[in-house]
Nanobody, 128 residues
Framework: QLQPVESGGGLAQPGGSLRLTCSAS????????IGWFRQAPGEEREGVAC?????????FYPDSVKGRFIISRDKARNTVYLQMNNLKPEDTAVYYC????????????????????WGQGTQVTVSS
């Protein structure tokens, strides 16, 4: 069973940065569609960045994070990153890595149900 593992969460000040990492032992992530989702208390799970498994490595970001978050893939390290810059208090949430997304990337990122494997999540708190 593919089990993604997230790391890199923590406390950041507004305007600060964090980098989250998604990895999976024993499985290559390199050809899967990968998504980063977040969920705040009382809120629905929201896609914040997705990258396709195709050679083109298409990416998608919702307006809420566009220009601040960057998803990238390091195939040599079998790792996907989420670089989060200019963090805001409203970015506070548990962040999840999701693997094996299907469909067009915008649709994929809008629907958690399109992913087969999920990590346990990592807490990101943005506060002064």
């Amino acid at each position: 069973q593919l089990q993604p593992v997230e790391s890199g969460g923590g406390l950041a000040q507004p305007g600060g940065s964090l980098r989250l990492t998604c990895s999976a032992s024993g499985f290559t992530l390199n050809y899967y569609g990968i998504g980063w989702f977040r969920q705040a208390p009382g809120e629905e799970r929201e896609g914040v960045a997705c990258i396709s498994g195709s050679e083109e490595q298409y990416t998608f970001y919702p307006d809420s994070v566009k220009g601040r978050f960057i998803i990238s893939r390091d195939k040599a390290r079998n790792t996907v990153y989420l670089q989060m810059n200019n963090l805001k208090p409203e970015d506070t949430a548990v962040y999840y890595c999701a693997v094996d997304g299907v469909g067009a990337i915008q649709n994929m990122c809008a629907s958690p149900a399109r992913f087969s494997f999920w990590g346990q999540g990592t807490q990101v708190t943005v506060s002064s």
